[in-house]
């Protein structure tokens, strides 16, 4: 009879079947892996957010204004048409703006929610995730042998933009939704890149 | 001492000025360095430094100074003073933990004094982490392990770093005492390379183990599946379909799963190929499974390629495969019983249930069709397992289908032989045997070819009749295990009987048992026999029951009371043994224990004794003596029947009754044999007037001289004389008197005188031992009349009767001069020394009386006071009986008894 045992050192069949791929194939797969859960845990995090801000965020027809967020704006509609690293190059030029806008925005949510440490920490948690992905998705570039982006500045604005419940609510909402966005748009280019993936 | 004091006063100011000061202690001096931790197996110095003012007072300087670890003085060579005020020690090679180092001075007056003491921590630096390694259990933190390395003997601190490219994350650290291991407290995220590694730290140094950077998804241990359940099929009885749920962690990453099954009631877990589930499923059917069978199912998963760890199996799901037609015939066989009709038989056909792996579902009846030879046949249709028929002693072929819901079993074909059937062909080397738990039975089969086995067994039991359980084996098979329930420490008789296609053949039997054991009970000993050196001791073999076992042997345990014991070995066939070399009149405890493989039992103890005697000893000696006894008497009876006139004589002699007595004639012609002298010649000195006859004390009785013999054989006779006057004396005055020979010549001569007088005497008719009786006659008086007058007037007799010309003895003298004494006593005779009427035997003693009072008599009364002692008055006695005893004249006149008459003197 086989049993299965906590003790994790004992374990025979841990790591028995590692398939090692090529390099920049298994850091593309590892880059799109992350950026497909992140897709995921940005669609939970927007969900949650949402659910925490009260009326009218959570009502059917409310449709907030999608004003622009200092430092970062959505993907182009023409984002899809681009090469893929200069797709990649945006994807990891958002990346990195996300977190400052994110960890503002948990810091807003601590003062409007401060009982809400599952959203606190999923917006925690997404800051890091972002900059991971935004890490990976470098490391891909410089992989593919394609130039890194370049430095920009921090969204300084961002937290002027914070006056207020609302405003900052509507702050916090628009920023979910851009991290959803790219992270989208980053698995979608990465997805370029997977083998057997669409070209 | 004053010296001393003029010291330590001051050292007393200083401490009291220093504590003025608000300084708690102002310490002679200090130790550097003040907190140290050495690595064992490294040089370690310290210095003490004396302070000046110290110095000055205790006028010491650093010779002064010596060093103690742990109480124990260090050797000077360890020591260097380096300066006046300063002293180091050095330790090679420090191996000592925990060690107490203090810096002392000796003061004037040999006085130790300690200046300062440290702590020296000694251990190890730590070691290089090695084996870091990590889980991500889903859902959970991160949690690394490590193999910390060699014992440090110091805190050490571990600390669990991890990082990014982009950021690090915060610290783990253990706690102290806990095991290497640390969780972190961050969330860890799939699909990004983290670094890890571990820092430890102590006093001593610091090591950091190798980095290790991993992709948490590929260390991931997933949730168990859940939800698990399972499905039959209507149309497939041998599939069940298999479902359950996974966590969300399957949306990001391929899983793989191991399946498990087992029958419900089995151990052994069967397993679906690993190939079957390599991929992401929630659902599985597995195949090939029993009918009507309830199975037991597991899951569990891991990443699909293989990196991370299996999750934990999930819950059970239990299912049940649906019915099939049952898949083999039962077991079939048949009992015949004597029937009261005649001409039939009582058949009992007897069958197993189905099992259920071979049911294949619930049976619902049993269906049993018996037909005579090349006849008709009939069906039974019965839902128990056997079957009870009257057939005819003809040959019978019986067959027997199980049914359930599906479908109908084949069927199990049984003959039954005519009466007159010859049962042979047993099987051979039939034999049994407990292994691996179970109770086998081999054989060898029989040359002809058997349709199938039947094997029977039952418990053999004191208690319980045998009742018999049987099961059926294929006809290939030679050796099989018992399928039943068995107990240990139990008996079976075991029956294999082959079964032809005419018939069943010979049963062979044999027992066996599952476990032996010791038997509960020993056996119980008792003798059958016992005798003087071997005893023969008898048992009942043990009843089955106890036995628990085959009774290898028996083992019989003797000792006496303070031996030793011993102990004998007997073979299990016996039920009597025979203890010998016993030690007679001996109290023997014996017991016995019955012994089988697994070990013995003793029984109760039995105590018997040996006799001392053997049998028929005492009777041969017994018989013997009483014999010789009984033949001695007859001896002797016939002796005293040819001697019985002397013994009579010698014993009652005839005592002549007075009243028949009449005038006898006494022979005074025959002459005495002895002429006793006078009395003057015996007793010329005149002390002794009565009797000179001296009392030997039978007690003082000592080996005499021929001499004395003489004296005391005259003794025994003057004894019998004096018994046989008795009987006259008693009443015969005269008599006496004409017996006298005492010296009391007025006496004698009143006596002689009364010629006249009737005698009364008893008359020695033959003389007195060797005294020969003269030959004489006489006459003597055997009348019934009074008293003669000397007697009841004795003061008248006349004075020239006093020379009686007869002999006479001495020691029959009998005073007449004693009426006023009541009767006078047979043959009295005066004490000595005393009065005549103060005869201590008092008056009317018998002759027998006489005698006893004769021997009784003390010899201090019968001498008086102013006799001299008992051995002069001996001697004396001894002297006269001498001169008695030779020959000398007594003044005795012999007499002659002659029937009715007596001769006047």
Redesign the interface.
Known sequence: ????T?N??E?P???????PLPLLEAKIH??H??A??LT?YAEQLFQEYVQHQGDPFGLPGFSPPRLPVAGLSAPAPGHAGLPVPERLRLDAGALAALPPLLDVVRRLQAELNPRAPRLL?RLE?AA??A??????VE?VLAALGAEPREPRPEPAAATAAAAGVFPAKVLGLRVCSLYREWVRCTEADLGQLVPGGPA | MSAMRTRMLPTLLLLLTATCLGELLDVCGYIDPESPVVQLGSNFTAVCVLKEKCMEYLHVNADYIFWKTNHVTVPREQYTVINSTASSVTFPDFSLLNTQLTCNIRTFGQIDQNVYGISIVSGLPPEKPK?L?C?VNEGKRMTC?WDPGRETHLETNFTLKSE????KFPDCKTKRGSPPACTVEY?P?????MEVWVEARNALGEATSEHISF?P??RV?PIAPRNVSVSSSEELPSILKLTWATSSID???GLKY?I?YRARGT???S?IPLEDTASTRYSFTVQDLRPFTEYVFRV?C?KE?????????SEEARGTTSEDRPSKAPSFWYKVEPSPAHGYRSVRLLWKTLPPFEANGKILDYTVTLTRWKSHSQNYTVNDTKLTVNLTNDRYKAALTARNLVGTSDAAVLTVPASDFPAARPVRDLKAFPKDSRLWVEWTAPREPVSKYILEWCVLSDKAPCVPDWQQEDGAVHRTHLTGSLAESTCYLITVTPVYSDGPGSPEAVRAYLKQAPPSKGPVVRTKKVGKNEAVLEWEQLPVDVQNGFIRNYTIFYKTSLGNETAVNVDSSHTEYTLSSLTSDTLYMVRMAAYTDEGGKDGPEFTFTTPKFAQGEIEAIVVPVCLAFLLLTLLGVLLCFNKRDLIKKHIWPNVPDPSKSNIAQWSPHTPPRHNFSSKDQMFSDGALTDLSVVEIEASDRKPLPEELKALDLFRKEKLSTGGHSSGIGGSSCLSSRQSLSSGDEAEAASAQSAASAVQYSTVVHSGYRHQVPSVQVFSRSESTQPLLDCEERPDELPPGEGADPLPRQQYFQQSCRQPEAGPPGPAGRPQPGAPAGEDPVGPGQPGSGQLQAFQEVPAADAFGPGAPGPERLEADGVEAALDLDEGLPKSYLPQTVRPGGYVPQ
């Not at chain 1, 069949?13 to 398939?19: E, F, K, L, T």
């Not at chain 2, 990014?164 to 950021?167: D, K, L, M, N």
Request: hydrophobic share 40%; proline share 0%; glycine share 4%.
């Open positions: 009879m086989l049993n299965s906590n994790y050192r374990d069949q841990a790591d028995s079947s590692v398939s590892q880059t892996s992350l497909r859960l995921k920490r948690e890091r995730r900059r991971a992905l935004g890490a990976a490391a | 084996n390694s889980i392990q990014w490219a982009t950021e969330l995220v799939y699909f990004v390379n992709d998804v590929n241990k949306k990001f990453l191991d498990q151990a052994a877990w397993q569990r891991m390629d293989g990196q991370g760890f299996w999750s934990d199996w």
